[in-house]
């Protein structure tokens, strides 16, 4: 300080307006002689080895760092004044007075006299330790995202609103049959079947649309025609650029929709027969009712039911009944068209709805029925064969029987009163009913 009272005004000014940028920089800024003593530092060293001016100017390294720990230090100094040649690299020292270890980008330059001797070094480190921080957590993260991407049981993919794939993981690149990089800046049909990413570009552009994350089922066909279906989460997201892209989570449930189809089936199947259930029968029974009285169209509805089916069981065991029940099933089958429902709705008794179809009609189909089943033989173990019959009620829907309930009542009635008739025959009206022409 005392020096710089004898320099002029101006050149004074000048200077401590110097010292004042190099206090600001936000680096640490230092000058060494040719032993390693500091020739001059700027405030923030001194902030650093929490030291004064006069503590640090003349002083070594050896007492602000753990040289032990921080050889680079050394080695750096030493390598710019003995070759002349500046370096810029990373240093890692130890400071004795907070013990913290500390990661600098530092640049180091020889000074020289006028006569171009090396005189000593001056160097500027810039503290980068949060950012080299920083830089290990984030290839940690990454590396970490790597190996779920790659292992998950999951197709991952990223598209942007112009349909392109701007990544895949490797489970994605598999199911289309590419390696990734020829995926990955493609839109979806160069990759996919036209109908396939069309079919998948629906929740893509509902997520686009709404801005909202959209899930729910898809399903992929290959190449074999084979499907496979997914539970998918489609997430919106912007990227740094400002693209508008979407991340896709696509689990492979084909296995869950296989079983829940099987599920779906045995639940509206007998079976025994294999024929539509009870179940079945009347809740198709009832969206076929309601859907015929919009529409003021008449559907009928046939019972039918095995004469003397409990001799049969009586004298050739339940199985030959089970069989004879799957005989007629089959026999019964091919008679009725696709819109018919033909069900198992009891023990030996079945139904067949005939939408759009009325009664003189539905009478004639009964009578096919009962000619069919009449014609069946059944093999018994004894060897002979058995023969069965039915008998069989028939109704259709009206001003006065429009419900399930009703339809099935009076079929049932005249079913009974079939059987009364001496059975194996089909009836249409009750007992005291006017005949049909005149309804
Ligand atoms: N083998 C077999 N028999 C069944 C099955 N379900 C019901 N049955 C039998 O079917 C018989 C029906 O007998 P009933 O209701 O008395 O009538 P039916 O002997 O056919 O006499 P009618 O109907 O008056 O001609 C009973 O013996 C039941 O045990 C089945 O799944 N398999």
Redesign the pocket.
Same mark, same amino acid.
């Given at each position: 300080m005392s020096n710089d009272a004898a320099l002029p005004t101006a050149l004074l000014h000048e200077l401590l307006a110097l010292r004042n940028v190099l206090d600001e920089t936000g680096a640490y800024i230092f000058c060494k002689d040719l032993q390693g003593r500091y020739t001059y530092v700027n405030q923030l060293v001194l902030d650093l080895f929490g030291r004064s001016r006069e503590q640090v100017l003349g002083h070594e390294d050896s007492e602000f760092f753990d040289l032990e720990r921080s050889s680079q230090l050394r080695e750096h100094d030493q390598q710019v004044m003995r070759t002349g040649e500046p370096i810029e690299q990373e240093e890692l020292n130890y400071v004795r007075e907070t013990g913290e270890q500390r990661i600098y980008w530092t640049v180091k330059k020889p000074v020289r006299d006028p006569e171009g001797h090396i005189v000593g070094l001056c160097g500027i480190s810039t503290d980068i330790t949060e950012r080299k921080r920083i830089e290990a957590q984030l290839a940690e993260q990454h590396q970490l995202l790597q190996t779920v991407l790659a292992h998950v049981d999951a197709h991952i993919y990223m598209k942007d609103d112009q349909r392109r794939f701007q990544y895949v993981n490797a489970k994605t690149a598999a199911l289309f049959q590419r390696p990734a990089a020829d995926i990955i800046g493609r839109r979806d049909i160069e990759v996919l079947k036209a109908e396939t990413a069309d079919a998948l570009w629906d929740m893509d552009r509902q997520v686009f649309e709404s801005g909202r994350p959209q899930s729910g089922e898809e399903t992929i066909i290959d190449a074999e025609g084979r499907s496979s279906h997914y539970w998918t989460v489609k997430v919106p997201l912007k990227t740094e650029a400002g693209h508008r892209v979407l991340i896709g989570f696509s689990s492979d449930i084909t296995e869950l929709v296989r079983l829940r189809e099987q599920l779906r089936q045995q639940s509206v199947t007998d079976s *025994?027969t294999g024929l539509a259930n009870r179940r079945h029968f009347v809740t198709t029974a009832e969206t076929e009712l309601s859907r015929t009285q919009r529409h003021q169209r008449r559907i009928s509805l046939v019972l039918l039911?095995?004469?003397?089916?409990?001799?049969?069981?009586?004298r050739h065991g339940?199985?030959?009944?089970?069989d004879? *029940?799957r005989a007629l099933a089959e026999a019964l089958r091919p008679l009725v068209r696709r819109e018919d429902l033909l069900a198992r709705v009891?023990?030996?008794e079945f139904a067949v709805l005939l939408p759009d179809t009325p009664l003189d009609a539905a009478a004639l189909k009964a009578e096919q029925l009962r000619a069919a089943v009449q014609a069946l033989r059944i093999p018994t173990p004894q060897g002979s064969q058995l023969q069965l019959s039915i008998?069989l009620g028939v109704a259709q829907t009206g001003p006065s029987c429009d419900a399930l309930t009703t339809l099935y009542a009076t079929a049932d009635r005249r079913l009974y009163r079939a059987?009364h008739l001496g059975?194996n025959q089909v009836c249409v009206e009750d007992a005291s009913e006017p005949p049909a022409e005149f309804r």
């Open positions: *025994l039911d095995i004469d003397q089916f409990k001799a049969i069981n009586d339940h199985s030959v009944g089970d004879a *029940l009891g023990g030996e008998s059987k059975r």
